[in-house]
């Protein structure tokens, strides 16, 4: 068994040093703490939990709120609870899992019971009513997700807005002039969820710039609503030649619709989708994508919660930049 005396051995510090590196009681070097930790990491120590907890008032456990309501994309969410709960396994935490309809109770149930040592909040809304709670708590906090005020919290996430843009931009330099984004549910919307509204405005400012038609369609996460749509749409506007998706579960059957109605993609109509890489690569065609990079955001959210947790400056705001990936969907417009 690996003791605390192998690991300030293998570190070249004092057994007392990596004992104020785990309990945070004292104030380290960066440089220092990050040599213990992988020490720690390299032999494999595991300190005791219920002594580690009594020596530093933590729990060693971060609370991850969780969307488990309806318009919500369940598999992609989950993937970004795995990244979470791998990541901070790495830094010897646990993940309590809050459900969203515990809200505001559920938040403050766990900061007064100090089960937790810091939180992960999802599905961040535009005018989220948990704000000034997560404001007045004594724990530290990161959204994943940017709500329309995010002073004096820290947020992370991929850049909606510049991801519906980009879309817009690869169709555009295709030579499409009329375009649609078939959008997340319309409770979604109702809510003003963040990352839903962001791609929106994103899409139709880039649209606006580039002078093109193009106009937003919630769709239910339904194959029937995709179909209702799409005939919607195509009878609408017979100049339609690209289509950008941003409802995971309905990006097959759009696909499908507009087979069913006599377009070909990508020769008649280009079809573009935010959407994990894994589902863009293995649909028919392979879609043309912008991938939601789940486990980059999981990870980086934990990074930043332990910086917190050690007292060391984050920065407020932390946008991923799209990256689109072409694919045999899309195509030049056709003349």
Not at 161 to 186: M, T
């Amino acid at each position: 068994m690996v003791k605390i005396t192998d690991v300030a051995r293998h570190a070249g510090v004092s057994p007392s040093t990596v004992s104020y590196v785990l309990s945070g009681k004292r104030s380290i070097s960066e440089e220092t703490r990050r040599r213990v930790r992988e020490s720690i990491r390299e032999l494999g120590y595991r300190p005791h939990a219920g002594a580690r907890a009594l020596a530093s008032s933590r729990s060693n456990v971060l609370a991850l709120m969780i969307p488990l309501r309806s318009g919500i994309a369940v598999p992609v969410v989950m993937q970004f609870a795995v990244s979470v709960v791998t990541a901070a396994r790495r830094h010897d935490h646990d993940v309590l899992l809050l459900t969203q309809e515990e809200g505001e109770d559920g938040l403050r149930r766990v900061a007064d019971s100090a089960l937790v040592d810091a939180l992960i909040v999802m599905d961040v809304q535009m005018r989220d009513p948990r704000l000034p709670l997560l404001r007045s708590l004594d724990r530290p906090s990161v959204l994943i997700g940017f709500p329309a005020d995010a002073g004096d919290l820290t947020c992370i996430d991929l850049d909606f807005h510049a991801a519906g843009a980009v879309c817009v931009e690869h169709l555009a330099g295709l030579g499409h002039r009329e375009i649609a984004l078939i959008g997340s549910p319309p409770e979604v919307y109702a809510r003003q969820t963040g990352y839903a509204q962001r791609v929106a405005d994103g899409f139709t400012a880039a649209a606006r710039e580039h002078g093109l038609a193009g106009d937003v369609h919630p769709c239910e996460a339904t194959a029937d609503a995709a179909r209702a749509l799409v005939a919607r749409l195509l009878a609408e506007r017979p100049g339609l030649t690209g289509v950008l998706v941003h409802n995971e579960p309905v990006v097959g059957p759009v696909v499908r619709a507009l087979r069913a109605a006599g377009r070909r993609v990508p020769e008649d109509v280009s079809v573009v989708a935010l959407c994990p890489d894994e589902m863009a690569e293995h649909a028919e065609p392979s879609l043309t994508s912008v991938a939601i990079p789940a486990e980059e955001v999981g990870g980086r959210a934990v990074e930043l919660l332990m910086s917190k947790l050690d007292g060391v400056p984050v920065p407020a705001a932390t946008l991923l930049p799209p990256t689109l990936t072409a694919r045999a969907s899309s195509a030049p417009a056709p003349r």
